[in-house]
């Protein structure tokens, strides 16, 4: 990607304060974008050229493909099946039956699958990106491509994923740094208005395919994440307004319904906690929650423990 060719707009970064008893003990910077469907950069924190790994935020661009394949109509994929291959669950017996039940009309076993078995569970199908695995599954099979090698960067079904999200960004897919997911599939280094474009088409509610995704997460959003995770109950406490979804490393992307407008963040140290009390700052700013919807997410999410609690300082600034 050449950054150099772009004016570049910078603001104020927005920081996450841990307090204790009222006393700062720790401060988290953050950045953020807010975007349009064309791309335009309407408001940000800090940089919003910023670069970071997608990582799970990308999930919900790599299963477009089920859709664009015909894969979901072949092997009639329910809103339930697309919202686990878009999100990073929990392990629950639910949602693994979930997993297990997409590779079943798939009529693939589970040890087809690639991801990790993670530590302290008995199977893959409970690893938190085991439906984004079975998504690349069901398309292989839809496209008779073998399917002993789908996590490699070269094979069709990433080639595929790869040219979905480049041709949304109206860039070349040769320009996208790669690299690989802890769960061992790529995942690619964009910018933070590259993020929060593609959730701004997300969230425009204008192409099929992308609606679909949308759809399944805001309808189903215990498959997304599980009882208790940011993107669960706020898809839940907003009835279908917003779309989110989480990454690793401090990376927050969220959408507003119908008006395609992406929200993308970033905690430069990669702290979840302040991922959550920017995300929720910003949204109560942006005016995409209603102050119940805040009250009951701040909580929830604000308080650490007994004795200290998150407070997110500062505002976005108009690009």
């Not at 790669?178 to 993020?195: F, I, K, R, S």
Request: glycine residues 8%; contains cysteine.
């Amino acid at each position: 990607m050449n950054l150099g060719k772009r004016n570049r707009f910078s603001a104020n970064k927005i920081t996450v304060q841990l307090l204790r008893e009222g006393i700062v003990e720790s401060i988290h910077s953050c950045q953020a974008a807010v975007v349009d469907t064309r791309g335009r950069v309407l408001s940000a924190a800090g940089d919003p050229q910023t670069t970071t790994f997608a990582r799970s935020c990308l999930k919900p661009i790599q299963a477009l493909p089920v859709s664009i394949s015909g894969a979901q109509e072949r092997f009639n994929l329910s809103e339930k099946d697309l919202a686990i291959i878009c999100g990073s669950h929990q392990g629950t017996i639910a949602q693994a039956r979930q997993v297990f039940s997409i590779l079943w009309r798939c009529d693939v076993e589970p040890s087809a699958l690639q991801c990790p078995i993670p530590e302290c569970y008995q199977s893959n199908l409970q690893h938190n990106c085991s439906g984004k695995h079975a998504g690349m599954i069901a398309v292989c099979r839809q496209q008779g491509w073998e399917i002993s090698s789908y996590m490699d960067r070269n094979h069709p079904v990433q080639q595929l994923a790869l040219s979905t999200m480049a041709d949304l960004l109206h860039m070349p897919a040769a320009e996208f740094i790669c690299a690989h997911d802890d769960c061992g599939v790529p995942t690619y280094l964009l910018e933070l208005d590259q993020l929060a474009h593609l959730y701004a088409l997300l969230s425009a509610h204008n192409q099929l395919h992308l609606e679909r995704i949308t759809r399944a997460m805001t309808r189903n959003p215990d498959m997304v994440s599980g009882d208790g995770q940011f993107d669960t109950e706020l898809m839940r406490l907003t009835n279908g307004e917003v779309v989110s979804k989480s990454g690793a490393e401090g990376v927050q992307c969220i959408g507003r319904i119908g008006e395609g407008l992406g929200l993308a963040i970033k905690v430069m140290d990669g702290s979840k906690r302040a991922k959550t009390a920017v995300s929720i700052h910003l949204l109560k700013q942006l005016g995409w929650i209603s102050p119940t919807v805040a009250q009951s997410l701040e909580e929830s999410f604000l308080s650490v423990g007994k004795y200290s609690r998150l407070e997110a300082i500062g505002e976005l600034s108009l690009a």
